[in-house]
């Protein structure tokens, strides 16, 4: 098991960070669409020299194509469908929602990958469950109840269907593909699929400190490069199951750092929530 529970958790740990300075990107007021393109960018670029600097075989291109296809498209999916939820439901209710595609994975993972859980690490998988939905109440009700309306349902739907699909890719990405063949073509897919998305997305955008907000990209996308090899590497070698519930729980990183450096107020649930959180990783090691 130490095989992959180590690299899930240093995943936990890496794409935490990542998230936390989409934080960092809302407090500067940078302009989204350059934030998003550099990181992906970088992501590409880091993961093209990491394959041709290593020993490695041809990969099966047309595999390869349909998998980071898959997996781009579906990221893509989930990002704009959450965005777009935030505007006709609560916070707290969406998050809480869409954390639940780790049932959806967990379940697929067991009858798909015939994957063996103890009922410890079932116990884990719960416990990690409970606590997402109470972390997210963290998250704040800014949108008004009048908003909630039919479309929020269709696009949490779309946005738990959409994660959930990224996280199956993945694995089968990293058991019968090369990763960094397959990091560098997903992430090429998504840079270019963030492009249109960006000029079709209705919102306000910042306009200054666009050299700020690429360099931060640029950062974003050396941590998530690690995370996601280290996400890859642990499906590689573990339970799809087991690993989607840990690196899920990377928004407890960017909610401790955005308490720690912008000192956001912890609620008593969040830290119930963290309590959890630490009690279910312990939970799925043994």
Not at 51 to 80: C, K, M, R, W
Not at 130 to 143: N, R, S
């Amino acid at each position: 098991m130490i095989s992959w529970y180590f690299p899930a958790l240093l995943a936990l740990l890496l794409i935490g960070i990542q998230r936390f300075f989409y934080k960092v990107a809302a407090e500067k007021k940078y302009p989204t669409e350059w934030v998003t393109f550099s990181f992906m960018a970088t992501v590409t670029l880091l993961s093209t020299v990491a394959y041709f600097s290593q020993d490695h075989n041809e990969p099966d291109i047309g595999f390869l194509l349909v998998v980071a296809l898959i997996n781009s498209a579906s990221f893509l999916v989930a990002t704009v469908s959450h965005i777009e939820a935030l505007k006709y439901v609560p916070a707290n209710i969406t998050y809480s929602i869409i954390r639940l595609n780790v049932v959806v994975v967990a379940v697929f993972s067991i009858f798909y990958f015939k994957e063996q859980v103890s009922l410890l690490q079932i116990l884990g998988l719960v416990v990690a469950v409970v606590a997402m939905i109470l972390l997210t109440t963290q998250m704040g009700t800014d949108t008004p109840a009048s908003k909630r309306r039919r479309q929020g349902a269709v696009f949490i739907f779309l946005a738990l269907l959409g994660g959930a699909t990224a996280s199956i890719s993945s694995k089968f990405a990293a058991m019968y593909s090369d990763k960094f063949a397959f990091m560098a073509m997903s992430y090429l897919m998504g840079m270019i699929g963030s492009l249109g998305i960006n000029k079709a997305l209705s919102y306000e955008k910042a306009r200054q400190n666009r050299s700020g907000a690429m360099g931060l990209g640029f950062l974003m996308g050396g941590f998530n490069f690690a995370g996601f090899y280290s996400f890859l590497y642990a499906l590689e070698r573990g339970p799809l199951s087991l690993i989607a519930a840990i690196v899920g729980m990377h928004f407890v990183i960017a909610i401790v750092l955005s308490a720690v450096i912008y000192h956001e107020k912890i609620k008593p649930v969040g830290f119930v929530g963290i309590l959890l959180t630490v009690i279910s990783i312990i939970l799925i090691r043994i």
